[in-house]
Structures are given as C-alpha cells and as structure tokens.
C-alpha cells in the first residue's frame, strides 16, 4: 500500500484495524516509511480518542478535529474507526457524524478557493466510497487529444462513465455531449458546485453537485454498516436507478446460465 494509495483510503474497503496486515512486505523508501510511522502514530491517536468517549458528545469533540479539509485521508481513517464503535453507540449517532463531517472526508465545501482540478482530485480520493457501483480508471485520461477530467467504467456493461466537473454553476453539458463520441454509449457525469436549473439539463447526461457526492458516500457506508435508520437525506437518482437495472440483469443472466 503505497502513500498515494493509502490517500484514496476506502471507508468501504478498508478497516482501520488491519492498517498493519495490509501493507505490503517489499522494500519500501525512507520516506514512505516515514509516512506509513506517521500514519501508525495517527491511528493509535483515533483509536485511543474513540475508546475513551462515553458519549456521543465526546466523540463528536474529536469529530471536530477532523473537520478540516486539508487531510481527507486521516478524515476517513476516523469514519473508519467510527464504524467500530456501532455497536457501543447507536447507529443514528454514529451515521449523524458522518453526515456532519463527510465534507471533510470527501468534497470540500469550505472557503476556499478550490479548482476544478482540486475537485477532481477529491473525487478520485474517494471514488470508490462515493461510486462502489463503478470501476475507477483515470483521472485526467486523454482519448484523442482530449482530455477527460475523470474516467470510470460501469462492470456489468462495460460501458465507460465520464466525469466533467465545472465551479460554481458552469453547464458541463456542452463537453460531455462532445465526448459522447470517442466511446460506445458512455454514461455522461456533471458536477457542479451549485444545482443546474431543471430547463438547461440534457437528457441522458446525470448531474451531481458536489454536496450530493457527500451525501452519496455517507449513505453508502451507512447501507453497508448501519443496521438501525437509513439516511433519507440522499434520494436515489436517475442515474442510480439505471445502474442498478444494469446490475439486475446481469444478475438475472447468471442465473439463467446456472441452470443450464
């Protein structure tokens, strides 16, 4: 597990307690040994922070330590130690946490002035907690001296996913509809920062804002561990309905083949 890997740490994938049996036995340089022994220490920290609260109030004080944007990475260490402690709080609490912290663990929504790049930087870290559905494959990919901001591919189908992201309330349709081209019936992605008004959408092109990308995360984690309420903050979309009619099928297909 490299650093650049362990920054797209996956609240979904990976457990904060076995950090130690999933890092590879190679020789390793200095300085990712240095970092693995910073990311040790940290771990130990969140771990020692989270044993110790009595109270849904103590864990959301060390809950506001993790509210900066600058270290998704540690930020989703600490959901994955949250995770750990369902079964001393209630699910409600502990899914109420994430809620109120996944900006800090996924797409910023602070001051700052964050760049597209920024943006789509912060959805590669959390790609597979934001998307389990799909299969990431570049950031940045280029396909005939275009350039794609975020590349994916749906597994059933096989059919690629492109991202477009734009700041504030700039229309990414005009791109996507130009990129339709250089693959097989892709499924077209917008994120924006603000909501596009209903008139200016196309149809067959998906769009997100940047917040729902944080709600779609912490309502994936709370479908795999929550066992109490679910979130009602995060309705499904078109575009969660249509992937998961993809993976029906491919179900009902494998069905049909095991009985031949």
Known sequence: ??????????VLNNFIIDYEEDLPSEEI??????????????????????SSAESIADLYELGKMHQTWHNPFMNKL?????????????????DMLMEIFAEA?????????????????MMEDGF??????????????????????????????????IFEAKLGSKDPTNQLLAYRNLFENPFLV????????????????????????????????QKTFSKGRKSFKYLPQKFDLDLKKLADIDG???RFLSRI
Do not use: C
């Open 105 to 121: 663990a996924y797409i910023a929504q602070d001051d700052r002035n964050h760049s597209e790049a920024d943006f789509v930087k």
């Open 1 to 10: 597990m490299s650093a650049a890997y362990m920054y797209k740490w996956s």
């Open 78 to 94: 600490f959901f994955s130690a949250l995770n750990d402690l369902r079964g001393k709080f209630e699910d409600a609490y502990i």
């Open 128 to 161: 597979e907690d934001i998307f389990p559905e799909l299969s990431f494959v570049k950031r940045e990919a280029v396909f005939e001296n275009v350039r794609l901001d975020l590349l994916a591919e749906e597994p059933y189908s096989r059919r690629a996913v």
């Open 252 to 254: 009902d297909k494998n």
């Open 29 to 50: 340089s200095y300085w990712e040994k240095t970092f693995r022994e910073r990311v040790k220490i940290h771990i130990i920290g969140i771990l020692y922070g989270i």
């Open 190 to 221: 917008g994120i924006t920062e603000n909501r596009l008004p209903d008139r200016i959408k196309q149809s067959g092109i998906y769009y997100f804002t940047y917040q729902e990308l944080n709600t779609r995360a912490v309502y994936n984690i």
